[in-house]
């Protein structure tokens, strides 16, 4: 999935701040470290894993239905 992210094409005067979006967490690297593009989402037996690099989204999931419902 390919993102238009406006923050690539400007300089920015501000901070910008993002919130991980309900239910995913940040991926735990090392006993102390986040890694902040790559969001988890586990309920019951579903997940989705969603990786951001740069503007593309890498999304995978063990469910099709819950992949679809995401996506849209």
Known sequence: MDVHNPFLYGDLT???YMKVPPGFY???KGPSHS???L???TQ???KINVLIYVD???ISSNNSCALTAFKE
Do not use: P
């Open 14 to 16: 501000k901070e910008v």
């Open 26 to 28: 940040g991926a735990q």
């Open 35 to 37: 890694d902040y593009s």
């Open 39 to 41: 969001f988890t989402l």
């Open 44 to 46: 019951n037996d579903v």
């Open 56 to 58: 593309d989204l890498i």
